[in-house]
């Protein structure tokens, strides 16, 4: 079982960044799969970014460029470097674990998601 928590939400003016962090639980962190997803009000939850235990990473195409995603296994820890945000990026972003590769968007573990809010 991994728990996951997201933290570094908030309320940015568009051109603004922002770092979301996922604290995972468990001791395997560093053979998960790492994902990042997002859900507008009104929309269904999107894909954003994976990265594997190696370091690999993926993107949806949109974010290429405006969004990192990183991790440090040493500290069971994700995170999302998002820059240049626009109003568009208002969500609510969920760190995801435990997909079988960077390419697949079925994830085994969810954390509770927080709010990004990105004012014109």
């Known amino acids: 079982q991994v728990q996951l928590v997201e933290s570094g939400g908030g309320l940015v003016q568009a051109g603004g960044s922002l770092r979301l962090s996922c604290a995972a639980s468990?001791?395997?962190?560093?053979?998960?799969?790492m994902g990042w997803f997002r859900q507008a009000p009104g929309k269904e939850r999107e894909f954003v970014a994976a990265?594997?235990?190696?370091?690999?990473?993926n993107y949806v195409d949109s974010l290429k460029g405006r969004f990192t995603i990183s991790r440090v296994n040493a500290k069971n820890t994700v995170y999302l470097q998002m820059n240049s945000l626009k109003p568009e990026d208002t969500a609510v972003y969920y760190c995801?674990?435990?997909?079988?590769?960077?390419?697949?968007?079925?994830?085994?573990?969810w954390g509770q998601g927080t709010q990004v809010t990105v004012s014109s």
């Open positions: 990265i594997s235990g190696g370091y690999r990473t």
């Open positions: 995801a674990a435990g997909a079988r590769s960077i390419l697949t968007t079925e994830y085994d573990y």
């Open positions: 468990g001791r395997a962190f560093s053979a998960y799969v």
